[in-house]
């Protein structure tokens, strides 16, 4: 089956940007999910790709994913102090299999 | 109301209590999903209910016992449960056919004493 991995820490300055980095092991996975979880909250979609796509853009956030390699990526633009959050990969296959999340990424922003 | 809601936020139990943690969405999706977030551990599938039917059970424990009685509603009912049960519960809903974009509630924090 599926298996999500994240580094589990990140810490930058704001205004820089971050880069959050994701490795899956299913090759036939067909979406990948970044989701964002702020303290004392649920998990909040914040973008998806389809895996018959490079790159997606929307607004701050720049999605990355390599096939050949199975590496999705997450770039945050001008981080700010509110992206402090954790944020979790997820893949799924095709058909009915759930959604696998890794463990999530603690971004820090340092003012 | 909009979204996910669950109820309570917050909840302390003994090991021989008998509890239940509910769930509704206000969002007109068919399917609902319960979770488990433990620290340093990755999130949990437990029960995905599909048109009220329920189409996975990750083996989970018998103590946990959740229920569908709409598309709008999902309980889970706790029951002898232990101190490594304590954690983050979180219900999700998505629509089938929408690329499983899954809407979670807030959680419940449960700690089992």
């Known amino acids: 089956g599926e298996d999500v991995e994240q580094s589990l820490f990140l810490s930058v300055r704001e205004g820089d940007s971050s880069v959050i980095n994701c490795t899956y092991t299913d090759s036939s996975s067909t979406y990948l999910y970044w989701y964002k979880q702020e303290p004392g909250a649920g998990l909040q979609l914040l973008t998806y790709i389809f895996s018959n796509m490079d790159m997606k853009q929307d607004q701050r956030l720049t999605v990355l994913l390599n096939k050949k390699d199975k590496h999705l990526s997450l770039r945050i633009a001008d981080t700010q102090t509110g992206d402090s959050a954790i944020y979790f990969c997820a893949g799924r296959t095709s058909g009915n299999t759930p959604l696998v999340f890794g463990k999530g990424t603690r971004l820090s922003v340092i003012a | 109301e909009t979204g996910v809601t669950q109820t309570p936020r917050h909840l302390v139990m003994g090991m021989t209590n008998k509890k239940s943690l509910k769930c509704e969405q206000h969002?007109?999706?068919?399917?609902m999903y319960w979770y488990k977030q433990s620290a340093k551990k990755p999130l949990e599938l437990m029960f995905v209910y599909n048109f009220k039917e329920q189409t996975e059970n990750n083996s989970v424990p018998s103590r946990f016992s959740p229920e569908c009685p709409n598309s709008s509603h999902l309980f889970l009912h706790l029951h002898t449960l232990q101190p490594e049960d304590s954690a983050l519960y979180l219900c999700?809903?998505?629509?089938?056919?929408?690329?499983?974009?899954?809407?979670f509630g807030s959680g419940t924090q449960l700690s089992v004493l």
């Open positions: 969002l007109g999706h068919n399917a």
């Open positions: 999700a809903s998505s629509q089938e056919g929408d690329g499983e974009k899954l809407f």
